[in-house]
């Protein structure tokens, strides 16, 4: 595989930062009870995690080893509260429905770790290709959990699209089923960890079919650990 | 004669699980006797429901995971899970709750840890706390007991209001529960805590219709039933004495020094130990082989464990039943509890 095919690979499929690396599960299961407050932390994580790659992969060269992560650490917050900032004054109401969660992306250790395991060590683009497709694989399983959250719990798709789309938007909501009552389980943080464990085990049941269809048949297979970091800036 | 070579334990009496099982479903039997006479025939349908759903989610999960499916069907553990979850469910619940119930027990909590014998949580339990969170409304819409209901309930209302919401005249379960006095009824532990928290007094509540004996009226009755099975699961040594008796004694005990303490605010042991879902409990949920402590020191601490979380959760937290939630919080400690209780192997030291 080149470079570039790996990279995005890695980050949607092979290494994926929420079920393979199992990084941001605090926010992962906190915010995912609709489809788009999912989907508004997670581009909000994919902006961050494209920016702190870039910024990290160009001041590279400058920053002394030892004080790396605190530097890192500041690339992170600054680009967080420049989020911060865009959402209080475009999105105000998804900013208070996400809450203390956007700060809280500083935090979430798939943007340090893709910080120090990749884009320390790597040029430019590949950085920011690397951030992309890291932060596009947490936004799916993001947008992903939140619509079985949403659609178990309360029989609805795309709810309060408004907040993030504008007005227009509020059309988008699909009642796919009405219920006597909502299946609050799902809603609530129980719900968020039995479907995500859920949402492993398939990607684990299906991991061999699909990586024979991207790769090829021609590769052996070896059960290992999954590796949290580093494994790409190998290829 | 022929000699026998096999590995230990080396059991004098060979029980098969299903035997085991079988006698458990049969000493509910006059629990459910009693559940019926009090509460009518809703219990009846909803243990129907939950037992065919259990069979067939274990059907179709053992199926799916490549297993022989009659023998396991054959053991009667998934009979036994319907059995339980279906009486803990309130009778005139509408009937997608004990299936959707039944379903998480057998297929999340049981299969999906490896089937019998793996499983942490118990299975009835956690269907029951999954099902309180998930409908907090239906699950707690109890029926009070039968004499004193204003309208008569036959076996066809039953069936129509759990299947449809209404009963053959068209009334709700709300108007069911409503009195004379146009006042909704609830349990006896649900009345307490309610008018315990609208600073009302103890001896001022058992004024009220449900309470016409010391600890409200059918839940005794029913409490005893289920007592008397449990003592004869006792003598026939089904179950070890270690988990209910610790469990009774912890829970009488804390009721009677907290009732000493502050007799206008507490629920007084008779009611702690005769109302809501203590007996059943002590002798049918409580002494899960699978779930609980295996040691006999464990047992014991379990069933105190269970108790004081019981304890806790009746008389300051925010739910008027406790039961499931302290076995599923005693469930996980179990592994630790079975850690320090190892018996001593014998010839070694400590």
New interface residues.
Partial sequence: MSPTKDIIWQGIWKNNPAIVQMLGLCPLLAVTNTVINGLGLGIATLFVLMGSNMTVSIVRNWIPNEIRIPVFVMIIASLVTIVQLLMNAYTYELYQTLGIFIPLIVTNCAIIGRAEAFASKNNLTLSALDGLMMGLGFLVVLVLLGAIRELVGNGTLLSGAELLFGDWASDLTIQAFEF???????I?P?GAF?IMGLIIAAKNHYNQKIENLVIGNNEKVTISRARVTGESSEA | MSFRVSSSPHNRVQRKTANVMQAVALACIPGILAQVWYFGFGVLIQILIAVLTCLAAEALCVRKRNRAVTPVIKDYSALLTGLLLGISIPPLA?WWIAV?GSIFAIV?VKQLYGGLGQNVFNPAMAGYV?LL??????MTLWLPPLSILSYDISLIDCFMVIFTGYSEQGYSLTQFRTDLDGFTMATPLDTIKTGLSNQQTYSELLNLSIFSGATGQGWMQVNLAYLMGGIWLLQRKIINWHIPLSFIFGLGGLSLIYFLASPDSAITPSMALFSGATMFAAFFILTDPVSASTTNKGRVIYGLLIALLVFVIRNFGGYPEAVAFAVLLANMCVPLIDYYTKPRTYGHVG
Avoid: M, R
């Avoid at chain 1, 006597?180 to 799902?186: D, I, P, S, W």
């Fill in positions: 006597e009552q909502n299946f609050l389980v799902a609530l129980p039995i | 509408p959707i999340i999954v969170i998930s409908f907090p409304v239906s």
